[in-house]
């Protein structure tokens, strides 16, 4: 074990290729493969989920997403639209979205019927019984697949350096072509911790934002 | 007034789970929809509140066709109570309350200030009010749930076998409290239940559905225990309803005799044994003139000498009934 690059302050200040820029640089794409996938994969898994159509799509989607390689997608992506942000966005994108759209759509679909029952019983319009009663109860298992798609593109962001981006990657990538293994362990244990310390925030979020009612039924 | 004009539900499926039926739920009556399962009462309860659209038919409230109003609104102005309660299981209690008053534009503070007085109503004291379902019994989330449904104090109230997942001493208690509720409260009231003991315990007015959606006799809990319209009523009545009907007379004008030499009594004239040979029989209980004939008839049949001992207000014993005499009142009483 060889970790004298992780621990060489060199490396801790915040130039350009610096542990700490490649952090952010990293947390970055995170954010936004993050933010994009939740945009595109949030309505459509509460919407098969509220009305019941369309359950097809959610389970194949996570079939295929899950089978699909991140890295193979990435290259073809360079293929069609040439270096840049777009291609990596792309493929990470395409990693998160599954995760999410299947625990919103599983989510809702396993929530006690006679719960909504009584929502539309009580006279909530859909979207009311949607917003104030099934994603509240679907919250939990909601937050699942978005942890885990979170772990997965924390760790997966690392190809954004194989396309001559930034992002822990680099470590990785710069250090196995120098051979120089005690940068690679560095990316390594960097992203392992990073993964742990993000699923840490968001489990603290989970504890603020899901209502201890439905903790305690669990 | 609730009316149902020649109501009719098929099932795309095929199946007619409401045949035809014409129904009048009274005002300020609680009417009691029973029968076997799959006979269209649920079907029918949840036409009221729009949850199940008619094939064809009309359902009207107070005359007013339901039909062409707006659905969300229409059940906010309609108490619904479903089995198991509903409860949502993210809120507190008193937010559960409160939710519809909410939906009706109330402030959260004020829906919340009025939840609290509906929670003491239910019986359930203020400690509950920041518990959540999960933490609660059975009994108690359906005191919840009849407290959600008065919130915005509708002026008719669906109940969807309301009581039935609950055990039978909390059933009863239920009851009780409900009866209590309803007489203050006077709703139109509609529930659902296949219980018939249920049914004529609870019900005004009670309405038996058979298989296939159809209206079997729709009369009080005395007549259909009296008079059933036919042998499907009858025996989904059940065998005991001869006995049963007689919970609904008072044994006011039932004729009493002297007291007898063998009854004991003490200082204060109040009955404590009938005596046989050198013992004491113990006499079983007693009843008073506003007590049902059901008791008097199951006093005379568990007394050790077959005669039920009627008291006063003060317990003192002022007469006796034999076992003939109530046969040949009850005869006399069936024949006028």
Known sequence: ?218 | MITFDDVVKVYPGGGTAVDHVSLELPTGKLTVLVGPSGCGKTTSLRMINRMISPTSGRVLIDGKDIAGQDEALLRRGIGYVIQNAGLFPHRTVLDNVATVPVLLGKTRREARTAALGLLERVGLSEEFAKRYPAQLSGGQQQRVGVARALAADPPVMLMDEPFSAVDPVVREQLHREFLRLQQDLGKTIAMVTHDIDEAIKLGDVVAIFRQGGVLAQVATPQELLVAPADDFVAEFVGRDRGIRSLSFDTAAELPVAALPDDLVLDEAGRPSGWRSGSQVLPTGGTFTSSDSLRLVTDLAITSPVGTAVRVNGDGKADGVVRHHDLADYLAARRAS
């Open chain 1, 1 to 218: 074990m060889n970790l004298t690059y992780l621990f060489d302050p060199a490396h801790w200040d915040f130039s350009t290729g610096s542990i700490p820029q490649l952090i952010v640089s990293h947390l970055w794409y995170v954010l936004l493969a993050l933010v994009l996938g939740t945009i595109i994969a949030l309505p459509v898994g509460l919407f098969i989920g509220h009305t019941g159509r369309g359950s097809f799509i959610a389970i194949n989607a996570g079939n295929a997403g899950r089978s699909l390689p991140t890295l193979g997608l990435l290259m073809l992506m360079v293929t069609l639209l040439g270096l840049g942000l777009l291609p990596v966005l792309i493929a990470l994108t395409v990693l998160v979205i599954p995760p999410i759209l299947t625990s919103a759509y599983a989510g809702l679909r396993t929530l006690d019927h006679s719960v909504v029952d009584a929502a539309r019983g009580v006279g909530m319009r859909p979207m009311q019984v949607l917003f104030r009663v099934e994603l509240p109860m679907a919250l939990p298992v909601l937050m699942s697949g978005f942890r885990s798609a979170a772990l997965q593109v924390v760790a997966t962001a690392t190809v954004a350096a194989s396309v001559g981006l930034g992002g822990l990657g680099r470590l990785l990538i710069d250090g196995l072509a120098v051979n120089d293994y005690s940068r690679v362990l560095a990316g390594a244990i960097v992203v392992a911790v990073l993964a742990v310390l993000l699923d840490l925030i968001l489990a603290l979020a989970q504890r603020w934002i899901v209502s201890p009612g439905v903790r305690a039924s669990k």
